[in-house]
């Protein structure tokens, strides 16, 4: 490729990142780990396209170009492994949502950006183990050229490996942006090592990124910032299309519950203890249901889960797990308050075609009468 189709196509990928960055403010959240390893990437891709366009200012030898060759080519292999390095981080929380264990990973990752900086540096002055620019200002392969390539495909590999192995705890949204991210950068990576002079590896980065913003900014639209599952307005849509798809042989079930004197933990303990409450309700109720299943906050207190469970007993079962989840987590005596729910839940009955507002008043109906029920009891 020659320079003039190398800054069209950089300076096309560096647009685009601009784009993203000026509605991913909308979006990003920087005290949230993964937003800030999305932001970092973003920048330093923008950054490696640059310093990408520099390195092939080369077969001139005037002083200024091969001043500029030598600051490409050696910024492009200094920050080569920062990219799938971070691409890892950030996989493996969006995987485990784990931030402690996470942060595992930096020892390892920084120690490799280390000793390859370190080579690199010590490569300019014996030889040029990855690369030399001759007196041509002509840049030439060194011996180690693939090895930065062959760790990075590594890299990239484990990110994909891990996504695999977990896809089940993965939205199908959220596997598809993490699986596709390796797919454009490795096929140019191979492209490269095969031809020489093809510079695409960077621009198919931005193609990935681009997927990944997508499903940040679809997470940002219908994900409860506080639990980190589904919000109303994600609600509202998924049980429009699970009415919808309703049929006699296909049907489906719904819990709405709230938290039992939610208003004096607050008002007791703080707000930030009812906050700690509402994940801990959030995280009980992920523990009793499948990955597949559908939860989200219906607002304030109150949760919605939505199940493919077509007949009551089974339903009966879920809600008796829940309940034992409960007397669990409230014999453990670790919390400075109890958490109790009000339930109403009941199956889809295709044959009265309610819509999903009609619904959803159903549970409502059937959880005040159980909170009632509760309070006779003296259990709430």
């Not at 492009?76 to 595992?104: A, K, M, N």
């Not at 002509?138 to 495909?153: C, K």
Request: proline share 2%; aromatic share 12%.
């Amino acid at each position: 490729m020659g320079l003039e189709s190398i800054i069209i196509l950089n300076t096309f990928a560096i647009a685009i990142i601009l784009i993203i960055r000026c509605h991913a403010l909308k979006f990003l959240d920087k005290s949230f780990l993964p937003d800030r390893l999305y932001w970092v990437i973003l920048h330093v891709t923008a950054l490696l396209l640059v310093v990408d366009i520099l390195s092939r200012i080369d077969g001139n030898a005037a002083d200024v170009h091969r001043i500029f060759n030598h600051i490409g080519n050696f910024a492009i292999f200094l920050l080569g492994p920062v990219l799938p390095s971070i691409w890892v981080v950030y996989v493996h929380f969006q995987v485990f949502c784990d931030e402690r264990r996470t942060r595992r990973l930096y020892g390892p990752l920084l120690a490799y950006n280390l000793i390859h900086a370190v080579m690199l540096v010590i490569s300019q002055f014996y030889g040029g183990w990855f690369y030399r620019i001759d007196a041509e200002n002509v840049y030439h392969r060194g011996p180690l050229f693939l090895v930065p390539a062959f760790v990075t495909i590594i890299l990239l590999m484990v990110a994909f490996v891990i996504t695999i192995a977990n896809r089940k705890s993965l939205g199908k949204k959220r596997f598809f942006s993490l699986v596709f991210f390796a797919v454009p950068p490795t096929v140019s990576i191979l492209l490269q090592i095969a031809v020489y002079g093809i510079s695409i590896m960077l621009s198919s980065v931005v193609l990935s990124l681009l997927i990944v913003f997508l499903n940040i900014q679809d997470h940002s639209l219908f994900t409860d910032h506080l639990t980190g599952v589904n919000n109303r307005k994600k609600l509202d849509v998924y049980l429009k299309e699970k009415v919808s798809s309703s049929t006699k042989e296909k049907s489906f079930s719904a819990i709405l519950l709230d938290i039992n004197n939610f208003k004096k933990i607050n008002d007791t303990y703080g707000h930030d203890i009812g906050d700690s409450a509402l994940v801990a309700a959030t995280k009980l109720l992920k523990s009793c249901i499948r990955a597949s299943d559908f939860i989200a906050r219906y607002g304030g207190d109150e949760f919605c889960v939505i199940l493919d469970i077509a007949n009551e007993s089974d339903l009966e079962a879920l809600v008796c797990r829940i309940n034992s989840c409960l007397e669990s987590y409230n014999a453990s005596g670790s919390h400075l308050y109890e958490l109790k729910f009000s339930m109403g839940y009941a199956v889809y009955d295709y044959r009265t075609q309610l819509s999903a507002e009609a619904f959803l008043k159903q549970l409502d109906v059937l959880m005040y009468e159980n909170k009632q029920v509760l309070k006779c009891k003296g259990t709430t």
